[in-house]
């Protein structure tokens, strides 16, 4: 029998979550998820694809990512990995063990490894570009994206048996946006963008395969899928520190059709179907505070930190933002993201609340490399905190054109909280005449002596004019 581990590391590379809809084809960021994945109102680097188009009015100039390599790998996965590593002489030899030995592991099954729902996502070479304004505020971008996401879930049958569902996309994406400045009747500037994009997607699930059959395991077949969508967003800047965001991630609907694939390697028949990822409407605001605090004892930022609120699915009939059974129902917080960032030199350092859980991150920013960790927990049930799952999502990049953007740069002045320097200007009046024909000493003012009013002096030729 081939080793379990060597098993799971399949499952790992092809695996995805079970969901009774059609689940959304997103690349989520390790910038955004270190900020709790509030975003539709920062949007300004590559995760305009993927938050909000009309972000990408924000730049000022060109952004080129060669090469983005990213894996994401829950902490459930590490847990149910640590078990079945302990276990494995005994799940392997299952029918050889003692009655009272099979109810043992039966029992640690149920009190371990059965909660855990693990789950892992690795994105493949992702490159993108996103050009700075051209012409009369117009931007454009062009990426090409894809990640295979799962996860699997060991059941504590007699023998013990495991789920799996498999995932794969490969999205190609471009990107319009414009930026209109001075609208009549409303200051600021305002964006708006749309993404097109083709998606192409592979799956595969099965249920209760016994750990006794894996001997012989072969690869299941994938179900192919293909269909074309579109995002809408816009972008309000009322002023240099603040941005509201409002974007439709898959407007209307976007529809995938599944073609059938045939019974093999001992694995079922399926027909054609076709499933629809469902609209989400997302709310969002950033603030680039001066300074945080009250009055004097406000601490200056130095215009360095950026603070970020999301209110995502709001239209949403199954966990209502609003007006459920209350008019702020329960469901309410899981649709909540708060996020921050603050920036130094070359380090990035993040945090934040994702559906209720904190978030936090760093990076390292350098020309041409970037590198990210952050750590953060999605809700998997329908209330905040009722159900955890935790990941650990790290990230090396290859980008160019990454300070060019006007949300590092929104606030087009120096911190504002430094005094000034003043310039010491002496009035006209009080510069003593300067006479010609005197020698060199006698233009020489005493420091005590008081400037008297100065009387137009004689007209001079060019060569003896000072």
Do not use: C
Request: no cysteine; net charge neutral.
């Amino acid at each position: 029998m081939k080793k379990i581990s060597t098993v799971l590391t399949l499952f790992v590379l092809f695996a995805a979550t079970v969901m009774a809809a059609e689940r959304p084809a997103v690349v989520r960021g390790v910038r955004p998820l270190g900020m709790g994945d509030a975003f539709t109102a920062v949007a300004d680097d590559q995760n305009v694809f993927f938050y909000n188009p009309a972000g990408t009015t924000q730049r000022t100039g060109s952004l080129l990512t060669l090469l983005d390599l990213s894996i994401n790998i829950g902490q459930d996965l590490l847990d149910a990995y640590d078990f079945i590593d302990k276990n494995e002489s005994k799940l392997k030899d299952f029918n050889s063990l003692s009655a009272q030995d099979q109810i043992n592991l039966i029992n640690d099954m149920n009190t371990t490894v059965t909660k855990l729902d693990p789950q892992v996502r690795v994105g493949v070479p992702n490159s993108n570009y996103l050009s700075g304004p051209m012409g009369n505020h117009y931007h454009w971008g062009i990426g090409t994206f894809g990640q295979v996401e799962g996860s699997f879930k060991i059941n504590a049958d007699i023998p013990p048996s495991l789920n799996y569902d498999i995932n794969a996309d490969a999205i190609l994406a471009f990107n319009m946006a414009k930026r209109w400045d001075g609208v009549r009747f409303l200051p600021g500037k305002i964006g708006a963008g749309v993404n097109l994009k083709y998606i192409s997607r592979s799956q595969v699930n099965d249920r209760y395969v016994s750990f006794l059959q894996l001997e012989d395991f072969d690869a299941p077949p994938l179900q192919a899928g293909k269909g074309l969508g579109a995002d809408l967003g816009f972008l309000y800047q009322p002023n240099d520190r603040w941005n509201f965001g409002l974007a439709a991630m898959d407007l209307l609907g976007t529809s995938l059709d599944f073609e059938s694939i045939d019974a093999k390697k001992g694995f079922a028949a399926k027909p054609t179907r076709t499933s629809v990822i469902k609209t989400r409407w997302n709310l969002g605001t950033a603030w680039t505070p001066s300074k945080i605090g009250i009055s004097k004892f406000a601490v200056p930022t130095g215009n360095r930190l950026l603070l970020a609120m999301d209110v995502r699915d709001v239209i949403n009939s199954k966990s209502k933002v609003l007006f459920g059974d209350t008019f702020l129902p329960d469901t309410a917080w899981t649709h909540v993201y708060l996020g921050a960032e603050y920036r130094w030199w070359f380090l990035r350092l993040r945090g934040g609340a994702n559906q209720g859980y904190p978030t936090y991150g760093f990076g390292v920013d350098i020309p041409f490399l970037k590198l990210d960790y952050t750590f953060y927990s999605d809700e998997k049930g329908l209330f905040a905190g009722s159900l955890e799952q935790a990941n650990h999502l790290v990230s090396i990049a290859f980008r160019f054109g990454t300070g060019k953007t006007a949300a590092r740069a929104r606030i087009g002045v120096k911190d504002d909280t430094a005094p000034a320097k003043e310039t010491m200007v002496m009035p006209a009046a009080t510069v003593p005449a300067v006479d010609v024909t005197a020698p060199a000493e006698a233009s020489q003012v005493a420091p005590d002596v008081v400037p008297v009013p100065v009387q137009e002096a004689p007209a001079t030729s060019p060569e003896t004019n000072p």
